[in-house]
């Protein structure tokens, strides 16, 4: 895995996304919102696998394709993962009780964020997950102050995990 200009991170394969989840997971305090972009296939899920296997979960980690959200009842703080793509309209999400969800200090994921469209609140980071041939590459779209302190947190844990690779 390595940097790809100033704001975009190579991940040549699956595994490299979970790494990449993993470090993102060591970052996180409680109360984050993550909503992850991409097309069908582009790595979102495997992302979040990583990141909660980080956290200690040892279960199934499913894709919310179905349900919308699968929420996780980690040691530090509660997760919520959502996948928005089959939502039929944004005013769904009150229905499901989309503010109790988003209260701190539960940490929120969210696939297909724009099916959610005003309904959701704003992110502190949104990750771009791009297809590129086999791999992929993973773009900081859009961060609040709290968003690029993750942003940057995450890039010093790659680093470190690859000087660990290289001795
Ligand atoms: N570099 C890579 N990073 C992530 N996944 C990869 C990579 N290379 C191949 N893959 C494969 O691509 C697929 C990604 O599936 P995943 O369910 O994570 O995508 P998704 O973005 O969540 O899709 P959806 O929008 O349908 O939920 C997996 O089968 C994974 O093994
Ligand atoms: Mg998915």
């Known amino acids: 895995m390595s940097g790809n200009g100033p704001e975009g991170l190579e991940v040549p394969e699956a595994r490299d996304m979970e ?3 993993a470090a993102l997971a060591l970052c996180l ?10 097309v069908l296939g582009a790595g979102k899920t495997t992302l979040v696998r990583g ?3 980080a956290l200690g ?3 199934a980690v499913r894709s919310p394709t179905y349900t919308l959200v699968e929420s996780y009842a980690l040691e530090a703080f509660p997760l919520h993962h959502f996948d928005l793509y089959r939502l039929a309209d944004p005013s769904e999400l009150e229905y499901l009780g989309v503010r109790e969800y988003f209260s701190p200090p539960a940490v929120c994921l969210v696939e297909w964020p724009a099916h959610g469209a005003r309904e959701l609140p704003p992110a502190d980071l949104r990750l771009e997950l791009e297809v590129t041939g086999n791999g ?3 773009y900081r779209r859009q961060a609040s102050d709290r968003g690029q302190s993750l942003w940057d947190c995450l890039i010093q844990n790659l ?3 690859r000087n660990l690779q290289c001795e």
């Open 57 to 59: 979960w040892q279960e």
């Open 136 to 138: 992929r590459v993973v």
């Open 159 to 161: 680093r470190k995990v």
């Open 51 to 53: 990141l909660l296997r």
């Open 29 to 38: 305090r409680g109360g984050e919102r993550i909503y992850l972009e991409g």
């Open 19 to 21: 790494a990449l989840g």
